[in-house]
C-alpha cells in the first residue's frame, strides 16, 4: 500500500503538471506507470499466490488430517492474531497436567506381587521431591538395601530384571506387568536364566549397574518410567546392559523407549530385548561399543532376526520403535 | 488531492454466544459461528477490505457485511455508518482478534482517497495484496490472490476501470454497477500484484482528471 500511495502521489503531480489534458493525457501517462511483467509470470492468473497463514490452508486437506491424526502433538492449529487459539492452549495445558501428574504418580500398592517381585527396595532418595532434586540420590542403594538384594536374590543368572518407577510409576504400572510376564516366556524359550525380579521405588537407571554388579549378572534389564512430555505419561524404557558394573557409563546400555499401548506393545518388547540380550551375551559387549563394532561382517550379525524386526515393525504404531533416551544408545541405530 | 480519507470506527460489539434462532434468521448455524463480533464504520469499502483481512489473521468468517442505503451522510443513527460487518467465529477470543485485525487494517490500511482539490470526490483504488476467505467468496478467485478493489461514484467509476483495464494486464472479475445502496460504483480487477497496483493507479489517476475537468463539452 505504500508503493501505491507513492506511485498515486505521482500521477497526482503529473496530472497537477500536465494542466487540463483531459482523459487522453492521463491515459498516455498511465503505461509509464506499469512495470514490465516478471519473466514466466502468466498473465491474468499468476501462479504462486502466497499462502496465507492463519487459518491454515493446506494443499492437500486429507493428507493433512491424517498427518494430524497420526500424533497427539498439536500441529497444523492455526492462530488466533498473534496468539495461540484458546482450544490450543485449553488442550495444552490439559497435556501439560497429564506429564506433571505422571510424574507425581507413585506405584500402586501390591505391585511386587503384580511383577511377581523377590522384594522390593528404594534407593538413596527418600521422598518423591528429594528423588526429584537428587538424581544423584536415586542412582545407588543404601547398604543394606543391598544387603538384603544379595541375600535374597539368585546370583550368577544370564539376565537380571529390575522395575523402577524412575519418572512416571504411571508408566510403569501400566507397562511392567506385561513385559515381565512375557519376558519370563521369552527368556525360558531362548534358554535364558532370569534372576529373581527386583522393585526399585525411586530408582534412576544406574541403579541397574549396582544391583547386577552385586548379583554378578550376565546382563540387566531395567524397566524404568520415562519422562513424560506433553500429553503423555504413559512411556516405559526398558534399558540394557552386558555385564552391569559399577563402572559402566550410559554409552555401555541401550534402550528400548515407548514401551506403551500406543508405541511398541509390551509383549512384542519383550520379545526384542531378549533378542538383544541373547546377542549381547553372543558379541560380549553392549552399547556403542557393539554397534560400532568395526567389522562390517561383524555389525551384519549383530543384526537378530532382521526379517522378524521388520515384521514387528510393520505392526508398531508410527511412532513406537525405538528411540534415544538418557544418552543410551538406541537399540534401533545399528540398522541405520 | 489523493490525500487518505481515514475510516471511522462508529462501534463494535461482541456476542461470544449467539441464541440459535437469531443465528438461523440470518442464515448461519451455532455450530460453526457461536461467537461474533459486530463493528459498523463510515466507509463500506474500507470494512469489505478490514474484514477480509481478519479471515487472514484469525479463524474467523465474515458472516454478515452489508452496505447500509444512502450512505454515511445519511445514517439513520449516529452509529449506523454505511455499513455492518459481522465476524463469526468458534471462540470469543477467536473473534476478538479477528476484530483487532479489522480495526487495525482500518487504521493503518485501507480507506477512501480524495480525488479533487476540495476533497468532495472520494474514491477507493484499493489493491489487496493477498486476498483471505471473505473476498475469495465474493470475487470467485482463490484464497491469496491479488486485487485490485476500485471504488468511485458511477460516472467516474466508468472511466476509471476502462483505463485501469487498458492501462495495466490485468482482467474484470466482478462488476459494481450503479445504483448501489450507496450508489458509488466500481469492480474488482485481477492479474499479478503489481499488474493490480497499476491498474489501481490508471483508475486514480483517470478519476482525477475527471474531477478537475467534469465537462469536456
Known amino acids: ?336 | 488531492m489523493l490525500d487518505p480519507i481515514r475510516p471511522k470506527v462508529l462501534a463494535t460489539r461482541f456476542i461470544p454466544n449467539a441464541p440459535e434462532e437469531l443465528l438461523a434468521a440470518y442464515g448461519l448455524s451455532g455450530d460453526a459461528h457461536p461467537s461474533l463480533a459486530l463493528i459498523t464504520c463510515d466507509q463500506d469499502d474500507a470494512l469489505y477490505v478490514a474484514l477480509d483481512e481478519a479471515t487472514k489473521q484469525a479463524p474467523v468468517d465474515v458472516v454478515f457485511a452489508r452496505s447500509l442505503y444512502a450512505g454515511a451522510a445519511h445514517a439513520s443513527g449516529p452509529l449506523s455508518g454505511e455499513i455492518l460487518g459481522i465476524l463469526g467465529g468458534q471462540s470469543p477470543a477467536d473473534v476478538r482478534e479477528g476484530l483487532a485485525a479489522c480495526v487495525r487494517c482500518l487504521e493503518h490500511d485501507a480507506c477512501f482517497y480524495t480525488a479533487n482539490a476540495d476533497g468532495s470526490l472520494a474514491i477507493f483504488p484499493h489493491v489487496v495484496h493477498a486476498i483471505g476467505s471473505y473476498l475469495a467468496r465474493e470475487s470467485g478467485l482463490e484464497v491469496g490472490a491479488p486485487l485490485a478493489y476500485l471504488i468511485a461514484p458511477p460516472l467516474e467509476a466508468w472511466v476509471g476501470v476502462d483505463a485501469a483495464l487498458k492501462a495495466a494486464d490485468v482482467r474484470l472479475v466482478k462488476n459494481f454497477a450503479p445504483p448501489t445502496e450507496t450508489n458509488f460504483a466500481g469492480a474488482y480487477l485481477t492479474g499479478s500484484l503489481e499488474q493490480c497496483e497499476a491498474a489501481a493507479v490508471a483508475f486514480a489517476e483517470a478519476i482525477v482528471a475527471v474531477g478537475h475537468q467534469p465537462r469536456v463539452l
Not at chain 1, 492521463?26 to 502466497?50: E, N
Not at chain 1, 531362548?190 to 554388579?213: H, I, Y
Not at chain 1, 504413559?234 to 552386558?242: Q, R
Not at chain 1, 511412532?319 to 541405530?333: K, N, Y
Open chain 1, 1 to 336: 500500500m505504500q508503493d501505491l500511495r507513492r506511485r498515486l502521489g505521482e500521477a497526482d503531480q503529473r496530472v497537477a503538471q500536465g494542466g487540463a489534458n483531459g482523459p487522453q493525457g492521463s491515459l498516455r501517462a498511465a503505461p509509464q506507470l506499469v512495470r514490465p511483467l516478471l519473466p514466466g509470470t502468466p498473465s491474468g492468473a499468476p501462479a504462486g499466490w502466497p499462502r496465507l497463514a492463519a487459518p491454515p490452508q493446506p494443499e492437500d486437506p486429507q493428507r493433512f488430517a491424517q498427518l494430524q491424526a497420526a500424533t497427539i502433538c498439536q500441529i497444523g492449529v492455526g492462530r488466533a492474531g498473534v496468539r495461540q487459539r484458546t482450544a490450543t492452549q485449553l488442550k495444552w495445558l490439559g497435556d501439560r497436567m497429564i506429564a506433571v501428574e505422571a510424574v507425581r504418580s507413585e506405584l500402586p500398592q501390591g505391585f511386587e506381587q503384580q511383577i511377581g517381585a523377590a522384594l522390593s527396595v528404594q534407593t538413596r532418595a527418600g521422598d518423591l521431591d528429594e528423588f526429584l532434586l537428587r538424581p544423584d540420590l536415586g542412582r545407588e542403594l543404601p547398604a543394606d538395601a543391598l544387603s538384603q538384594v544379595v541375600s535374597r536374590c539368585a546370583s550368577g543368572v544370564d539376565v537380571q530384571v529390575l522395575v523402577g518407577d524412575g519418572l512416571s510409576a504411571r508408566a510403569v504400572a501400566m507397562n511392567a506387568p506385561p513385559f515381565v510376564q512375557a519376558f519370563r516366556a521369552e527368556c525360558q524359550q531362548r534358554g535364558l536364566s532370569l534372576g529373581d525380579v527386583v522393585l526399585v521405588r525411586r530408582a534412576r537407571v544406574k541403579v541397574m549397574d549396582q544391583v547386577g554388579e552385586a548379583l554378578r549378572a550376565r546382563t540387566a534389564v531395567h524397566l524404568v518410567g520415562e519422562r513424560p512430555g506433553l500429553g503423555t505419561g504413559d512411556g516405559m524404557s526398558a534399558y540394557l546392559i552386558f555385564e552391569p558394573r559399577n563402572v559402566a557409563m550410559d554409552s555401555d546400555r541401550e534402550v528400548l523407549s515407548n514401551i506403551h499401548a500406543r508405541g511398541t506393545r509390551p509383549e512384542e518388547a519383550a520379545r526384542r530385548v531378549a533378542d538383544m540380550l541373547v546377542e549381547f551375551m553372543r558379541v560380549g559387549m553392549s552399547g556403542v561399543k557393539r554397534q560400532a563394532a568395526p567389522d562390517p561382517a561383524e555389525r551384519a550379525r549383530a543384526q537378530p532376526e532382521r526379517r522378524r524386526d521388520r515384521v514387528a515393525e510393520r505392526h508398531t504404531p508410527r511412532w513406537g520403535s525405538a528411540g534415544s533416551f538418557a544418552g543410551a544408545a538406541p537399540v534401533g541405530a545399528h540398522r541405520a
